[in-house]
């Protein structure tokens, strides 16, 4: 048996082409075969679909049209975000620039815990991270580049991450070192459950959950919590609720911090692509009076994941992740200018994600990062305007940012529910559900720029029939 081909070296492009043929060839099969945005059957029906594709695990001959049936495999049991009528969750259509700089990091394997794994890398993530954190940070005055090897001096910066949990973990560790380990998260019950999750992983204490009835935290309520508490405060505030897409009264919320002495984060997974746009940016005013903010460019910035970001105004926190391990950092190096890439993580070996964003950044520039932003948040628009059309359906809400909920009118909740799952079995629509206001509602969180009115009519058909044949009794084929 012939020694398998590499990705990388000189053997690697002649070995890649027909394999990647392959790929787009099974890629294009297995969405015929799926047919629509979800494959149709439910959890067992796939289940046995892909026990059958791959059949024995590790085999002992090797199948060299495995590459194929598996992609197949994985293409038809796929819920495709690209599909119109795919619009449950935070998870967007990755741009085909993005999925073809993607591809090269895979080919060319760097890694990004020292500099002489990933050289050009290394300096890629440089400019790219600070860029973005200006983004966040606009009024900050650029400080005068730093010695080789002696960090970043003091503008502002900003970590590549795995998303917005990794995110908000880094910004809890942050404080925790800054204020001590006695610091309490106060945040919304409207809070991403990561960051709860990770006052419990790093031992802090239990965290206070500011009630919001209205969906947002109300910094009256906030100003209380913090009162009533003794310091140190962690305060995280929200710009893009998971829920429903609102945006905390951030402003206003920062001025409640600055009375207390609290230190603030702002979680920005969502709503933090409205940077881009001259339209939408304004929503985002206080983001920057942050100590640190949470970026995810997986939701609007249309990456492949991985693609989150912690940007953070003093870089001088950032000395709290710093450590030595000779084999990667050693003291001496350092001083011989080799940068030091082991404190830009919690984690050692990482891809550098930052070449898509990087190539997404320069190829479509902010015109076209905003045309993307606005057409979202357009479609978000159209869709509650039809939703509110239909005597048959209910709006709970215009759209902050491109999240729409809404339900069958006079639907008990376990209707709503049976709904959403009947369009999962059938794999004709993928819905997202959301509990506000004491009800659940069904939610379009509409993340792909092509996606068209009539796509969204036939969404609403589909609802409106399914709640039609459940209220009447009849169990939808």
């Known amino acids: 048996m012939s020694t398998p081909p590499l990705a990388s070296g000189p053997q690697g492009p002649p070995a890649l082409r027909p394999l990647l043929h392959t790929v787009l060839d099974a890629l294009a099969a297995g969405a015929r075969a799926r047919g629509g945005p979800l494959p149709a059957g439910g959890p067992e029906a ?57 591809l090269a990091v895979s080919v060319l394997n760097p890694s990004m815990d020292s500099w002489d794994q990933a050289p050009a890398a290394s300096e890629l993530e440089t400019l790219v991270t600070r860029a973005l954190a200006r983004q966040v940070y606009p009024e900050s005055a650029p400080a005068p580049a730093p010695a080789p090897g002696h960090g970043p001096g003091h503008a502002p910066d900003a970590l590549v991450t795995t ?39 790093l031992g802090l204490p239990d965290p206070v959950i500011v009630p919001t009835p209205t969906g947002t935290l109300d910094p009256a309520a906030l100003d ?15 710009a893009g609720t998971t829920d429903a897409g609102l945006i905390d009264p951030l402003p206003e919320i920062a001025a409640v911090c600055r009375g207390h002495r609290a ?22 005013t206080g983001l920057e009076t942050a100590r640190t903010v949470t970026l995810d460019l997986h939701k609007l ?31 001496d190096d350092t001083e011989a200018g080799l940068p030091d890439l082991l ?23 902010r015109t076209g990062l905003a045309a993307l932003v606005d057409q979202v948040c357009d479609r978000a628009t159209d869709f509650a305007d039809l939703v509110r059309s239909r005597p048959a359906l209910e709006l709970h809400d215009r759209p902050t940012i491109s999240t729409v909920l809404f339900r069958p009118a006079r639907a008990t909740d376990d209707a709503v529910a049976a709904v959403r799952r009947h369009l999962l079995h059938q794999g004709r629509a993928v819905l997202g559900r959301a509990r506000l206001d004491g009800r659940l509602w069904l939610k379009a969180t509409l993340l792909n720029p ?21 209220a009447k009794g009849n169990t939808p084929a």
């Open 163 to 201: 998303g917005g949990t990794e995110s908000n973990q880094l910004a809890l560790l942050l404080a925790r070192e800054d204020l001590g380990p006695g610091t309490r998260l106060v945040c919304g019950a409207n809070a991403h459950h990561s960051l709860p999750r990770a006052a419990w992983l």
């Open 301 to 331: 910035g249309w990456q492949p994941v991985a693609a989150g970001l912690l940007a953070v105004r003093d870089p001088r926190d950032l000395a709290a992740l710093q450590y030595r391990a000779d084999y990667l950092n050693a003291d």
């Open 343 to 365: 404190g830009r993580s919690l984690r050692t070996t990482r891809r550098p994600d930052v070449l898509k964003i990087a190539v997404t950044l320069k190829t479509l520039g």
């Open 450 to 470: 092509h996606t068209r009115p009539d796509d969204l009519t036939a969404l609403l058909k589909a609802v409106e029939h399914l709640a039609d044949q459940l």
């Open 263 to 284: 230190r603030l984060h702002i979680d920005a997974a969502y709503g933090g692509g409205l940077l881009f746009s001259d339209r939408h940016r304004h929503q985002l």
């Open 46 to 102: 796939v289940a046995a679909r892909v026990r059958e594709a791959v059949g024995d695990v590790l085999p002992t001959e090797g199948d060299p049209e495995a590459l194929r049936h598996l992609v197949h495999a994985l293409a038809e049991g796929s819920a495709d975000p690209a599909d119109p009528l795919c619009a449950a969750h935070l998870h967007c259509p990755p741009l085909a620039v993005a999925a073809a700089a993607d």
């Open 224 to 238: 209380t919590a913090l009162t009533a508490l003794p310091g140190p405060h962690l305060v995280t505030a929200t």
